[in-house]
Each structure stands twice: as C-alpha cells, then as structure tokens.
C-alpha cells in the first residue's frame, strides 16, 4: 500500500518542500511493520556526505555517530557517517527521530497506558542503492507507530537539508 497522506499534516508537496535539494522522496509504502522509501539523488547533487555534512549531522544529532550499523569499517555509524550514501543518512535520521518521538511519548504516558513501543525491538533499516548511477536508491525502516514514523521522515529530510545545503559556501571541506 503506497500512503502519502496517511497524516493529514503530511501531504506530498509539504514531504517535497522539507527534502533536501536534489533529494526526492518519490514513494512511501506504508507496510504492516516498516516505511519502505524510493529516494532519488539529483545528477548534480553529491550522492555521499563529506566529514563536513558529518560534522554538521552529528552536531545536530549527537547519538547518530553511535547508531549501530552493519558496514564494512566497524560497527556504528560513525564509522563511515562521513562517506555514506545521503540515502543512508536519511535511514539513520529518521531513525534517530523515531527514538526522540518514542521517548518524548514514553515521558508523557502514564504506568495506565501499559506497555510501550519503547519496550518493544529497536528500530532497523537498511538502504540499498537500486541504480547509483541513476541516484535511486530504497531505503526501509521499522517503525512502532506509522504516523510516528511519518513525522520522523518529515523531520529527517528538514535535518539532512540543513546539513547539506551547510552553514556556508566557504567551508572547505563541502
């Protein structure tokens, strides 16, 4: 099932104005336990970050770097935040979104509400480039609750816009 408007606050041309430059979001499937993304990267928009953008990520976000993630040079995201995919970023982003909202909700519930979606198995995805030459790539998530998740999405493509559009044109290391 393909959902655009699922959260009425979530529409296609709000999903488009929040997503960086030359980063489009040209399809969410809302499926039973996760968001499954088809993300395209501009042909004149870098496909990977920069110890830069990293920087930047992780300023904003300081539990990124720590994020567990299979790779190929250890085992965070840390470890290879600085030359990742932009798609995969947007994977950790909207992950680390998902467990701010899940903890800011678990604050605000009372012992009545039973158990949580924080007690429940840790958010996962995975990114995977369909066509690099092209820049579409699939990126999927868990998520406890969709709209959560929805919000988590928008408030992801807003984080990677800021650190990749960066402070300025100067910094050397864009």
Request: hydrophobic share 40%; charged share 25%; aromatic share 2%.
């Amino acid at each position: 099932m393909t959902c655009m408007t699922c959260d009425p606050k979530l529409d296609e041309r709000e999903l488009a104005a929040t997503a960086p430059a030359g980063l489009t979001i040209e399809r969410i499937a809302v499926r039973a336990d996760r968001l499954s993304l088809l993300v395209r990267i501009a042909p004149d928009c870098a496909r990977y970050t920069t110890p830069a953008i990293a920087r930047r990520l992780a300023s904003a976000r300081p539990t990124l770097p720590h994020h567990t993630c299979i790779n190929d040079e250890g085992s965070t995201f840390g470890c290879v935040m600085a030359h990742t995919s932009v798609p995969h970023a947007l994977e950790h982003a909207i992950i680390d979104e998902q467990v701010r909202l899940t903890a800011e909700e678990a604050c605000s519930a009372t012992d009545a509400d039973g158990p949580h979606p924080s007690d429940a198995v840790p958010f996962v995805g995975t990114t995977v480039w369909l066509d690099e030459a092209v820049g579409l790539a699939r990126v999927e998530v868990s998520f406890h609750d969709d709209l959560l998740a929805l919000r988590a999405l928008r408030t992801a493509t807003a984080l990677l816009r800021d650190c990749l559009s960066g402070p300025s044109n100067n910094d050397p290391e864009r």
